[in-house]
């Protein structure tokens, strides 16, 4: 077996100093198109670095890519990157997660790394993109769209249809016998927010049921954010007996405010919540939510980006079903319990 050949040597092969063999790998850019050409087929030649990596600097890709979320913090995307790693690392390519903390500067700054060269592409989880950014996009720009949607921009996207899987949620609660629902939904600028209100208002229109501005409610999908929006019901003094939140973080968040103002659930107001992340079932009483395939919806987000930077020819959209998971946290209601506690 050859061995494996220093970077001096290259360089004497070459021509060139170590110096410029160090820049042809690491920095292209700062070397001429012929002692380029030139350095990089004798580094694949001596299989001085793995053959991946040798195609890479041939065409000066990073096998890199940015999966881009909302909140880091969020456990909803730990199925998402795990998906996405796993097709990655079968086609060679590394996945970075990065936080956009609803910062536009820190969105355009992980974009520009697929301008810079330092990704190939981008996996966005966001709502929305910078103006600037969104009026630049093509289809042949290296981003792919996972569980969200992009008004406008035409991009590879993975996703649910949030209206549908809402409509179920509420359509169960009416189904045990609840009449007056409440909705912690989303921003009211958010696409998610948006599609999930709008399942929640068809279930209740299905059944008959006039739609109370007083019951609905909106957060950032966070615990702290599903606390105080049920705090927020309770202190206008709405009357309701069930909630339908738009993700198990603010279900979560809920079901601690009621708690703390006497209310048990389910015996006295019952809570779907939305996304089925790991918390759900560990949680007292187990959360009944709608399941995304996440790990699946990762897999494909990423199955996306590898054709897009293959050119190849690929559907542009996959929609995947959800599932209803029933557990314990809805029970039929008991409405004269939370009429009186309200003051009714």
Excluded at 20 to 46: C, D, F, G
Excluded at 196 to 211: C, H, P, T, V
Aim: charge should be neutral; proline fraction near 4%.
């Amino acid at each position: 077996m050859q061995a494996k050949k220093s970077i001096h040597e290259i360089a004497s092969i070459a021509g060139v100093s170590a110096a410029t063999v160090s820049r042809a790998l690491h920095n292209p850019s700062m070397v001429k198109k012929e002692t380029l050409e030139r350095v990089l087929k004798i580094v694949e030649q001596t299989n001085f670095v793995s053959n991946a990596q040798a195609r890479s600097f041939r065409q000066q890709t990073t096998r890199t890519v940015v999966l881009l979320v909302r909140d880091i913090s969020n456990p909803f995307y730990l199925e998402i990157f795990k998906g996405v790693e796993e097709a990655a690392s079968d086609a060679g390519y590394k996945v970075l997660m990065a936080d956009a903390r609803n910062d536009e500067a820190r969105v355009k700054s992980y974009i520009d790394l697929v301008r810079q060269r330092q990704a190939d592409g981008v996996i966005v989880m966001l709502g929305s993109l910078p103006f600037d950014v969104a009026a630049h996009i093509d289809r042949s720009t290296p981003i792919v769209v996972a569980s969200e949607a992009l008004p406008d921009v035409d991009l590879p996207t993975v996703r649910i249809d949030n209206v549908a899987a809402a409509r179920e949620a509420v359509q169960y609660l009416i189904a045990q016998g609840h009449r007056s629902i409440a909705h912690i939904g989303g921003l009211p600028a958010d696409y998610l927010g948006q599609e999930r209100r709008k399942g929640y208002e068809l279930a209740l229109a299905d059944a008959g049921i006039a739609i109370d501005p007083e019951l609905i409610v909106s957060g950032d999908f966070s615990i702290t954010a599903g606390r105080e929006a049920a705090s927020r019901l309770l202190d206008r003094g709405a009357r309701f007996t069930a909630i339908f939140a738009s993700s198990d973080q603010m279900a979560i968040g809920a079901i601690g405010a009621l708690r703390q103002q006497g209310f048990s659930v389910p015996a006295d107001i019952s809570v779907i919540g939305f996304d089925d992340i790991i918390l759900a079932e560990a949680f007292e009483p187990p959360l009944t939510t709608v399941r995304q395939p996440r790990l699946e919806m990762g897999r494909k987000a990423m199955q996306l980006m590898i054709g897009r930077l293959e050119h190849q020819d690929l559907p542009s959209v996959h929609e995947f079903k959800t599932r209803l998971v029933v557990r314990a946290s809805v029970a039929a209601p008991r409405g004269a319990i939370i009429e009186q506690r309200l003051g009714a």
